[in-house]
């Protein structure tokens, strides 16, 4: 049986469908219907009804990370949907900010999406099961605020500004007919340390493939370069990026991994 995931919303317009800086993906998997994500405004819902989905179908939602740029859309999807639970991480809140000298932005979920939606929202921790052949995974590498540091992203909490670990981050792992395939919409975490956590996490299975950002729109051409290289010594077969990866990047990745290597862009159906 194959899994289909549809772009909903991307950076790049395409085909008549308007883009947004944000991501939604629909996964048919098995005789489910999987939400990733909800973009940052209700866009999702009028790409959705072009695409021809009805938001109502769908079975289950994820949260990749607690960003407004996937989250804000969520409102809107309750309010259209009457069924799915949204799968979150436990440390998920509305805390998370962007730090530059003094000044800070708010950049998390809506502010009191956990409250008013509290009965909708399932709250995972460790490895969790969505349904059979699916799976939450949770980051497991240690001194990911380093990264939070170097992103000059940070969580508001009790005891002050922390760089943000990225906690709040998992992946959605399915199992396909050519092995397992990781979908993580900005790879916070870092690309090669998620794929290494869904080794250890499935040491007897093959990796087949990676679907989301890679967070690369404000790195060094040098930076990037590593990225690349680091994705071609993993040997995935497939993958497929955009949104926080942008274009300038991309290209970088395109010349180096080249037919294993695809762009993301709204309307972009992928079939595995």
């Not at 990047?249 to 709204?266: P, S, V």
Request: aromatic share 10%; net charge negative.
């Amino acid at each position: 049986m194959k899994t289909k995931i549809t772009v909903i919303t991307d950076n790049i317009p395409n085909g008549g469908l308007s883009g947004e800086w944000g991501l939604c993906l629909l996964v048919e998997y098995k005789d489910k219907k999987i939400l990733v994500d909800a973009g940052a405004s209700d866009l999702f819902l009028t790409n959705m009804k072009e695409l021809g989905f009805e938001t109502d179908d769908v079975d289950f939602a994820t949260l990749s990370h607690a960003h407004y740029d996937h989250a804000n859309g969520m409102p809107a999807f309750f309010q259209n949907n009457a069924k799915a639970k949204l799968y979150v991480r436990e440390t998920t809140a509305a805390d998370c900010y962007s730090r530059k000298w003094i000044f800070r932005r708010y950049i998390g979920i809506p502010k009191k999406m956990m409250e008013t939606y509290r009965d909708r929202i399932e709250v995972v921790s460790g490895d969790c099961q969505l349904m059979d052949g699916a799976y939450l995974i949770p980051h497991k590498t240690e001194g990911l605020s380093a990264i939070g540091k170097r992103e000059n992203m940070y969580r508001k909490t009790a005891s002050g500004w922390m760089a943000d670990d990225f906690s709040h981050e998992q992946s959605l792992v399915l199992e396909t007919d050519r092995g397992l395939l990781i979908i993580n919409s900005c790879s916070h975490g870092g690309v090669a340390n998620i794929v290494d956590e869904i080794r250890r996490t499935f040491p007897d299975r093959k990796i087949y493939g990676y679907i989301g950002g890679f967070h690369l729109f404000n790195k060094t051409d040098e930076e990037i370069i590593r990225v690349a290289e680091g994705l071609k010594d993993i040997g995935l077969d497939y993958i497929c990026t955009g949104h926080c990866t942008k274009d300038h990047a991309y290209a970088i990745l395109k010349e180096k991994l080249q037919d294993r290597m695809h762009q993301l862009r709204t309307g972009l159906i992928i079939e595995i």
